[in-house]
């Protein structure tokens, strides 16, 4: 009942707080209070919350960095040691909030930082051709390939391909992957897993388990454990 306007592009939810994104307007609810938090004006197109909900971080196009909110403040922190020429495909947390990660897609080619939670650029991760990206533990990233179909699984903060996987669908027919997010390691009954859930262009989400040991020579095939559909396609964000 608290949130009213125009659909929202990009949405996150996380302890209890709800962030609306529509490309110039960045709001944050608590919906314990029933209120909107935070409001601001800027060049957004993508968000995502630490995992205590306490920071969010933005990223847009050239005309402007990412930047980071604290929801208890209303302070923000521009990050502005890296700048783009096209624009952010992920701006992320780590798990403890003690590091962040941005991805961006420039002209002919992607690049993902490293970054201090004080906003300090840490380092450039020496990986290509990834976007949309998650963090699946304290030291590793799982990321989709520039071609939409491919996952990769990066250590951090050196960036090496541990592994490689595809989605194994029955029909053959790979789906064309538009955003990643982990899954809490409560819900795994293998420790040497993760779970993923996938949001995909022709409006699919699937839920598969990827195992963190497996050979990075090729790609394989990654377990679906359930699959959604029905919805609008081009699933930008999952939260």
């Known amino acids: 009942a608290c949130v009213s306007g125009p659909s929202p592009k990009v949405i996150d939810l996380v302890a209890s707080k709800l962030a609306l994104l529509d490309g110039e307007k960045l709001k944050v609810f608590d919906l314990h209070l029933k209120e909107c938090i935070l409001e601001a004006v800027g060049c957004f197109e993508i968000c995502s919350f630490s995992s205590d909900g306490v920071y969010v971080i933005t990223g847009g196009d050239c005309a402007s960095p990412p930047a ?25 947390f780590s798990p403890d ?30 990986t290509w051709a990834i976007y949309n ?55 795994q009954s293998d420790p040497s897993s993760f779970l993923v859930i996938f949001g995909c262009t022709e409006g699919t989400v699937y839920i598969s388990e990827c195992l963190e040991a497996k050979s990075s020579a090729g790609e394989e095939p990654a377990t679906i454990l359930k699959s959604f559909s029905g919805f609008a396609p081009g699933i930008a964000a999952l939260s």
């Open 68 to 92: 980071v909110w604290n929801l208890t403040s209303k302070e923000s922190l521009l990050l502005t040691d890296h700048l783009t020429d096209g624009y952010f495909t992920s701006c992320i």
């Open 133 to 187: 990206m998650a963090f699946v533990a304290e030291r590793m990233l799982v990321g989709i390939a520039e071609d939409a179909r491919v996952i990769h699984v990066l250590s951090v903060p050196a960036g090496d391909v541990l592994s490689s996987f595809t989605l194994d669908v029955a029909n053959g027919a790979w789906p064309k992957l538009r955003s990643v997010r982990f899954l809490p390691r409560a819900w």
């Open 97 to 126: 909030a003690s590091m962040m990660v941005t991805a961006s897609r420039e002209p002919n080619w992607e690049e993902v930082y490293l970054w201090s939670s004080e906003g300090t650029m840490m380092q450039r991760l020496p």
